[in-house]
């Protein structure tokens, strides 16, 4: 793995425990890897193993009317990339972006792995051409039923001015609160190893680890490094009543900002009524320490909801709670938590509808902006039109208000069609609005973007 340019204290012996019990864990699942790559390769025919490779070729022609994201003095600009790609995966071929990949293994063993280069020329700001790349990888390797063990990596280098958001839980094609100013290449990897052991129907410990390296060229934004671990019990006591345990251990190096560590505690007891309905309470705690002069704090969520199957098409969430937030040295802050979605499927149409609220805590990212309590409601919907044509329209607005008593409206909305001209050759059209309205005026913007694409994969 890269390292940032982070500064390193001198460890502490619990954290360098620490640090010997990671590298542990990433010989186990590299060599789990390793093994099971070369089992694959002897026990399957070699035609069948290469018919697994699939090669992909996209050129896509996009413009936008504000690149670098400014207030005022907007430029607008013909972006020209191409996108030479290559995938291997054991699974049916699919579409995914790096925020899919499935969180639960559906064959004992397998291997997602997708790679894009990208080479982007500017119409007229020709100093921002750059070379992208996005590359996930997702395998793992399940011994005697039972144990499972998971390697996950998600590497992305881009001038995007939105980053993406790759953490547990995060909705597809979600984004953090940092937004860049201009146009500079950032570089953000994030590497999962996990072990997972199934010790009943619905009995599970787990292990996970987390490294999320950030690196960006602007010497304005700072590099940094994430590493997080956190152990989970999940544990029924019949078929009605369920604990889930979990604790993180999480450490933040920055390039300039002060570093901390985090200890993170959630317990949520279960009760459920019958398959398709089930009501929980649960309590979120976290502590943040942070080097000085920068002042810690600690965070209490409690909250309790309900997950509802209305049919088997249609399911629905509620959660709803409280948390307050105390700064040492500093008055407290508190508000209203929630999570509220419903997702409904239908042979050629899926909707979805999440509203979020509480608080957001900005960090590995461009601009680091920290705790931030936040409202958000985000809708889509996807219509196969014909059976090679599908539509879709998404749309989200957030509320984002910072101890910095900044405050901003962030929106978006977003349209698309897709056609599968050929087996192997589709052809899309995307429209998107964005925007942030803000009480600080250089954080203002808005951009519209179009863009075509012609994708070929064999």
């Known amino acids: 793995m890269h390292k940032g340019k982070v500064k390193h204290n001198s460890p502490s012996v619990a954290f360098l425990d620490y640090l010997l019990f990671r590298n542990f864990v990433f010989f186990v699942l590299h060599f789990s890897t390793f093994t099971f790559v070369l089992s694959s390769i002897a026990s399957a025919e070699v035609g069948d193993f290469f018919s697994q490779f699939h090669p992909s070729f996209t050129v896509q022609e996009e413009y936008t009317d504000n690149i670098y994201l400014f207030p005022t003095d907007r430029k607008g600009d013909f972006i020209t990339t191409i996108s030479p790609g290559i995938s291997f995966s054991t699974s049916p071929l699919r579409a995914t972006t790096p925020a899919q990949i499935s969180q639960t293994p559906t064959d004992p063993t397998g291997i997602n792995l997708n790679y894009q280069l990208g080479l982007a020329f500017y119409a007229r700001e020709n100093q921002n051409d750059y070379i992208s790349h996005n590359g996930t990888l997702d395998t793992w390797y399940t011994y005697n039923q039972r144990l499972t063990l998971r390697l996950r990596e998600n590497f992305i280098q881009s001038e995007e001015n939105r980053e993406w958001e790759y953490t547990p839980g995060a909705l597809g094609q979600q984004n953090p609160l940092g937004t860049q100013r201009g146009r500079s290449v950032y570089s953000q990897n994030v590497f999962g190893p996990s072990v997972d052991y199934q010790f009943g129907p619905n009995d599970r410990v787990s292990i996970n680890y987390r490294n999320t390296i950030y690196q960006n060229q602007n010497p304005a934004y700072e590099d940094s490094q994430e590493n997080a671990l956190i152990p989970r019990l999940i544990y029924w006591f019949n078929i009605r009543n369920g604990i889930t345990l979990e604790y993180g251990y999480i450490r933040g190096d920055f390039e300039r900002s002060p570093d901390f560590v985090v200890h993170l505690a959630r317990g949520r007891y279960t009760y459920q009524f019958n398959p398709r309905t089930s009501l929980f309470v649960e309590n979120t705690f976290r502590r943040r320490d942070f080097d000085p002069p920068s002042t810690d704090s600690e965070i209490n969520n409690p909250s309790m909801g309900i997950d509802h199957a209305f049919s088997p098409m249609l399911t629905g969430r509620v ?78 607005i957030e509320r984002a208000e910072y101890a910095s008593d900044q405050k901003d409206w962030i929106y978006s909305a977003r349209g698309y069609a897709s056609f599968q001209l050929l087996r192997w050759l589709s052809l899309s059209l995307e429209a998107s609005h964005r925007g942030d309205e803000s009480n600080v005026d250089t954080q203002d913007y808005i951009e519209n973007r179009v863009l075509l694409r012609l994708s070929a994969t064999l």
């Not at 508000?335 to 509203?355: A, H, N, Q």
């Not at 900005?362 to 059976?387: P, V």
């Open 319 to 396: 959660q709803v709670g409280y948390f307050w937030q105390n700064p040492e040295g500093r008055p407290s802050t508190g508000g209203f938590s929630c999570d509220v979605g419903l997702t409904k499927s239908e042979e050629r149409t899926s909707y979805t509808l999440s509203f979020q609220g509480g608080y957001r805590e900005d960090y590995f990212t461009a601009q680091n902006l920290g705790f931030a309590k936040y409202y958000r409601a985000i809708a889509s919907i996807r219509h196969t039109l014909a059976q090679r044509v599908t539509l879709g329209v998404s749309g989200a």
